[in-house]
């Protein structure tokens, strides 16, 4: 009885110890949700850094500038649009199987527009910022490329949610059986091709896909990889202190 007694689950110490238990897991979710809007700022600011350098996008803003071109809008308000794409199609492939944590993508997608379009159109240092020569451009290019490899290594890591365009692309994978990385190639060429023809049919020029995009898409994943041990591992300090 004694026995009994001293698992039963509605006892008061299993029931404190559930609600620090609820208590921390609400606490380590805000947490990775704060984690995944530090990673968005500092993306967002690489992102705008790479659209003033001039020198070629990466292959999803060449896709959102080239939206934002035709339409008359501002980036960050297109990539609105083209990330909302991603996640109906992700309601469209699950219908009943869709699952409400994949709601948590809509912060990440209203995130970034929001701050790309501050970045771009009303932080002061960037409204100055015009480089001179080709050299000012790829110095401020290879800035911004840094600080999208960090804020998407940091959205990575969080443990909070995917962006939908990846998450999308992780249940292509899954249907079709095809590696992610695999995917993830033929969705950047899509962006790419999708850009182009828009940028051609509403006469902007091409000037989105240049050596830049080429530059990225071969050392983006280098800088990742050589990112995310420390990001990982402050991360996990971090978590490890909440749980203490």
Not at 41 to 69: F, H, P, R
Request: hydrophobic share 50%; aromatic share 12%.
């Amino acid at each position: 009885l004694c026995r009994a007694r001293w698992f039963d689950p509605s006892s008061p110490g299993i029931l404190i110890t559930r609600r620090l238990s609820v208590s921390v897991q609400r606490k380590q979710r805000l947490i990775h949700a704060v984690e995944m809007l530090a990673g968005v700022t500092v993306l967002c600011a690489g992102v705008t850094l790479g659209i003033i350098a001039g020198l070629g996008q990466t292959t999803s803003t060449a896709a959102a500038s080239a939206i934002a071109g035709a339409a008359g809008i501002k980036v960050g308000t297109a990539s609105i649009y083209l990330y909302g794409v991603f996640f109906l199609l992700q309601i469209l492939m699950l219908r009943s199987k869709f699952k409400w944590e994949r709601c948590f993508q809509l912060l990440p997608i209203l995130a970034h527009g929001v701050l790309l379009n501050f970045f771009r159109y009303r932080f002061a240092p960037f409204q100055h910022l015009a480089p001179q020569g080709y050299l000012q451009q790829m110095l401020c290019f290879l800035c911004g490329m840094g600080l999208i490899s960090l804020g998407f290594t940091i959205t990575k890591n969080c443990n909070f949610t995917n962006y939908p365009a990846e998450a999308f692309c992780a249940l292509v994978a899954e249907r079709v059986r095809m590696r992610y990385g695999t995917c993830k190639i033929f969705l950047d060429f899509a962006y790419v091709i999708f850009a182009l023809l828009i940028c051609w049919r509403a006469g902007l020029g091409l000037g989105v896909v240049r050596e830049g995009t080429v530059i990225f898409a071969l050392l983006d994943g280098v800088l990742i990889n050589l990112m995310t041990p420390a990001v990982r591992g402050c991360f996990d300090r971090l978590d490890h202190i909440l749980k203490t």
